[in-house]
């Protein structure tokens, strides 16, 4: 098979899962799930590992959404603005915690979001999200050229064809916009599937279930100029240092030996060049 990326033909197989593979390109170094099935339009149906029962549980909650207070506080200091003068698109909205603060705090503010779980769930939650989140992925063409900001965090792992997926999001922007993108670092993939089995997620396999998109800086970077973007920042994030994000993904309480692991990580920041967390990337539309 080719690279669904560059189309190149020199693909190899990094894992094998139990109902596909895990495939790396060897010219652009894009790694991608085959079969290559898009599912960011259905990403917890089936989903072994379901964040959305999670969320009943005030610790989820709180631990949810003091990451996403932290989340709005780094893109308001990105954007460099008020986000109050600004119109701002949110795509994938998830469980709805980030939502519920940019709503607020956006001078125009529309979600949008493909799963109809998730969204009946964001406004089960957050009461003041009726009317501002769409259940698509993409909102109509009468918001073409309209927003300021685009915000895309752990969207870009689901989607089919992230390349023209991003130039579609791009005709939401207004000349100059910006889009704030966060993704998982999978640049030490096979030390994170060792981690990720000895802690026991993804019931044993080493990846998501419903990521088809394995993203790394020296891909990303060259992915989004092809997008026509200017990138103003491309830049590690800490997951291991961050207790809360720990707490979400373990899904219980954490044990000494990770609290231990989590305090010398964000005193030392000695995980980052491990690429142990996610990448955080400020662009702007041309």
Known sequence: MNCVLCGASRVTKMF????????????????????????????????????????????????????????????????????????????????????????????????????????????????????????????????EDYFDLLIAVDVLQFAERPLEFIREAERYLAPGGLIYLEVPDESSLRLRAVMRKNLGLYRGEPVHHGHINFFTPAVLRPLLERAGLKIELLAPLSIVGDEDRLFLTIKKRLPFYIKTLSFLARATKADLPLSLGNTVCLCSKR
């Open 16 to 143: 094998s899962l139990e109902n596909s593979g895990i495939m790396k390109c060897r010219d652009c170094g894009f790694m991608f799930r085959d079969p290559y099935r898009g599912c960011i339009a259905g990403k917890c149906a089936a989903c072994p590992d379901r964040c959305i029962d999670k969320i009943l549980d005030p610790q989820f909650l709180e631990a949810r959404l003091r990451v996403d207070d932290r989340r709005a506080e780094r893109i308001k200091t990105l954007a460099g603005k008020d986000l109050s003068t600004l119109k701002v698109l949110e795509l994938g909205t998830g469980l709805g915690c980030l939502a519920s603060r940019l709503s607020v705090s956006a001078g125009d503010y529309l979600g949008t979001e493909p799963s109809a779980i998730f969204q009946a769930l964001q406004l089960d939650n957050f009461k003041g999200l009726a009317g501002k989140i769409l259940n698509t992925i993409l909102p109509g063409a009468e918001y």
